[in-house]
């Protein structure tokens, strides 16, 4: 079991920065993908970003590579996501998820544990 808690949400105006951190607890050992989603009202949720354990490999949507950083510090069991030149359409709240096996890192399905969310504003 891994119980994964995000922080860090807020209200930013646009071209602002924001840094969300997903703290887990538990079976941490076993985490293998840990994943950003997020959600905004009426819409799916959608992937953001992933790291992998196995050699720190980073992926990203095409919506947010180039503003977005994914990185994880493995002593103090921590995922962060740093968010840079921030928009409008990134408003959502954003969701950490952990799983302790392999599968498509950008699907929902793949991953076991989630956070509860923390919500993100970025204004015009």
């Known amino acids: 079991q891994v119980q994964p808690v995000e922080s860090g949400g807020g209200s930013v105006q646009a071209g602002g920065s924001l840094r969300l951190s997903c703290a887990a607890s538990g079976r941490t050992f076993s985490m293998y993908l840990v994943g950003w989603f997020r959600q905004a009202p009426g819409k799916e949720r959608e992937f953001v970003a992933a790291?992998?354990?196995?050699?720190?490999?980073?992926y990203y949507s095409n919506s947010v590579k180039g503003r977005f950083t994914i990185s994880r510090d493995n002593d103090k069991n921590t995922v962060y996501l740093q968010m840079n030149s921030l928009k409008p359409e990134d408003t959502a709240v954003y969701y950490c998820?952990?799983?302790?096996?392999?599968?498509?890192?950008?699907?929902?399905?793949?991953?076991?544990?989630w956070g509860q969310g923390t919500q993100v504003t970025v204004s015009s």
């Open positions: 790291t992998r354990k196995s050699d720190s490999g980073t």
């Open positions: 998820a952990v799983t302790s096996r392999f599968g498509f890192l950008d699907s929902r399905e793949t991953y076991d544990y």
